[in-house]
């Protein structure tokens, strides 16, 4: 990564900002690979909708050096605006009304509750940001009601969030606190292959849907991949180069 | 692929482009979102109603936007949720003082995107109420499953809550009532081919030429099981068996017949459907009161039919004969 987030060890905008286009490119490139883990079992267009929401947030980031979003629009944060609620808000509100399907109501959701936690903070711990990213989990279980191993997006979130808190709490640096995150991920994704889906459209195919590794767990664990990448100055472990998403589930 | 369009990625918006002109005076498309109202939304004091889904079902659901149906409809595109975005808008723009009523049909895209819709339109002070619709008995209802999809009863509950709103009744009896409308209804369908969206260019799935899907979504999922082709009245016994079969629906019953073309299939093989089901229900005592034959909720390009029973009651008929005047029902006005 070229850009680090301005402060070393903390969350903040300018490193949110590297986090989510470093996200939004790794997503256009795996495009096809989510769309057809998602035409396994799925409506086969995951990889093209998470595509053309993470475009929309890209083209609203600010560019280097400045704070927040870069939105003339009502309702988007301003530049001079750096608080990480308005950031998330923003985010949220960009894939709710971009990416459609089941998808973006759930990132959407994620995004709004880290929000809502995030408030008019400008920075975050690591402690905080494991808050934020937990309320954020919290949030996306509340919209799609899934529990765990109802092979969906959730079955990477709910590991990450729990690796996140535990390594915060026991004084890991953001670095090394977002890569424990990102692998449990890791884990959490390549669990949803064997399991049977018990929400969303692949649950009509009831035990046709075991043997295929869940397309919403994939772009999950490269949103938290991509996190451990770059916040906190990054942490590139053995899974950096992402592997984890191909050949599974064959 | 072999379609009147221009490019794939056009089609919503150049479909949208027609309807406003075709309908001048009765409808305004918006855009930007998207999403249709009738000409002289809000009407105040009126319980408001809006439905919404995936391109590709048309007439549902702008086509029923008008007096004694929807106040507004929000298309996504083709076979995709509309966002939260477009119901918000639709809602603050047609609420008439009197609540809004959500029509959602029982898919996870439509139910989280509707869901948030409401979440943001509470937060603005509006009353909202939504009801899913899941009347899909080819789908096996489960807490493993996201449950049976919202099926052709939605067409009948559009049609039924949309009288009652004219009637000025409250926003909570207009929900009961849909409710109502859901908890009599069933459905199933049966394509005998697929369905091209314009996207893919390429069948949704393979089905043999002797070949039918029996219990298909009006996506193109998979249903029951695929069998050999047979004759109408033998595919008119399994649709009808499994419908009458879950209420039940039983001996001395009075019913809504409606059975819907999924795009593909000419008005003349629906009426021989409809013949068959009249003779099925005729021999197990049920009466047929009130009858809609035709394609208002469709599947693209799909050959292939879908049967819904609703049992009515005095109320029920009376709302169902009540003036309706859309692009796609209209009569009485």
């Known amino acids: 990564m070229g850009r680090v987030s301005a402060a070393a060890g903390v969350v903040d905008a300018a490193g949110v900002t590297v986090w989510l286009r470093t996200f939004a490119a790794e997503v256009a490139a795996r495009r096809d690979e989510l769309t057809d883990l998602d035409a396994a079992i799925g409506d086969a267009d995951h990889g093209v909708n998470m595509d053309r929401g993470m475009q929309a947030v890209t083209a609203k980031l600010p560019t280097a050096g400045e704070a927040g979003l870069d939105g003339a629009d009502a309702g988007q944060a301003r530049p001079d605006d750096a608080s990480l609620g308005a950031l998330f808000k923003a985010v949220g509100m960009t894939l709710v009304s971009t990416v459609g399907g089941a998808a973006g109501p759930l990132y959407g959701t994620l995004f709004l509750e880290m929000g809502k936690a995030a408030a008019d903070r400008t920075t975050l711990t690591p402690a905080e940001w494991a808050g934020v990213v937990s309320a954020g989990v919290a949030g996306v279980q509340r919209r799609g009601k899934a529990e765990a191993a109802d092979k969906t997006m959730v079955d990477a979130l709910l590991p990450a969030a729990e690796a996140l808190r535990t390594a915060a709490g026991s004084g890991a640096s953001l670095a090394a606190a977002c890569r424990a995150a990102a692998d449990a991920a890791a884990e959490g994704m390549r669990a949803t292959t064997p399991l049977v889906a018990r929400k969303g459209r692949a649950s009509y195919l009831g035990a046709r849907s075991a043997g295929h590794q869940d397309p919403g767990a994939t772009s999950t664990w490269l949103l938290l991949e991509t996190a451990a990448a770059t916040l906190g100055g990054g942490a590139v472990g053995d899974s950096a180069s992402g592997e984890h998403a191909a050949g599974e589930g064959s | ?333």
């Open chain 2, 1 to 333: 692929m072999k379609k009147l369009i221009n490019r794939p990625e056009d089609v919503v918006r150049e479909g949208l482009g027609g309807i406003a002109l075709a309908h001048a005076g009765r409808l305004v498309v918006h855009t930007d979102p998207h999403w249709i109202a009738r000409a002289d939304a809000p009407v105040a004091g009126k319980v408001a109603i809006i439905s919404g889904g995936g391109s590709g079902h048309e007439p549902m659901h702008g086509g029923f936007v008008g007096p004694g149906m929807l106040d507004a409809a929000c298309p996504g595109e083709v076979f995709t949720s509309p966002t939260p975005d477009q119901m918000l808008a639709a809602t603050q723009a047609v609420d008439g003082g009197a609540g809004t009523l959500h029509i959602v049909k029982n898919y996870t895209g439509d139910v989280m995107n509707f869901e948030m819709a409401a979440d943001l339109a509470h937060d603005e002070g509006l009353a909202v109420e939504q009801v899913v619709i899941d009347d899909d008995v080819a789908v096996k209802d489960s807490l493993y499953t996201a449950g049976r999809r919202g099926v052709g009863a939605t067409v009948l509950a559009e049609k039924i809550c949309g009288a009652a709103a004219e009637e000025g009744r409250p926003l909570a009896e207009v929900a009961g009532l849909c409710r109502t409308v859901n908890e009599r209804s069933r459905s199933m369908g049966v394509a005998l081919t697929s369905c091209t969206t314009p996207m893919a260019g390429k069948p949704t799935f393979d089905l043999g030429d002797a070949e039918i899907e029996v219990g298909v979504g009006i996506h193109g999922e998979p249903g029951r099981e695929r069998r050999p082709l047979a004759t109408a009245r033998e595919v008119v016994e399994t649709l009808a068996g499994a419908v009458v079969d879950d209420l039940p629906f039983a001996r001395g019953d009075r019913v809504l017949a409606f059975v819907n073309g999924m795009g593909g299939t000419p008005l003349l093989e629906l009426y021989i459907v409809y013949n068959g089901l009249h003779r099925f229900l005729e021999e197990r005592g049920i009466e047929i009161a009130r009858s809609l034959v035709g394609s208002y909720m469709t599947a693209l390009d799909m050959a292939g039919c879908s049967i819904t029973l609703l049992r009515l009651d005095d109320e029920l008929a009376r709302l169902w004969d009540a003036p309706v005047n859309t692009p796609g029902l209209r009569w009485g006005a």
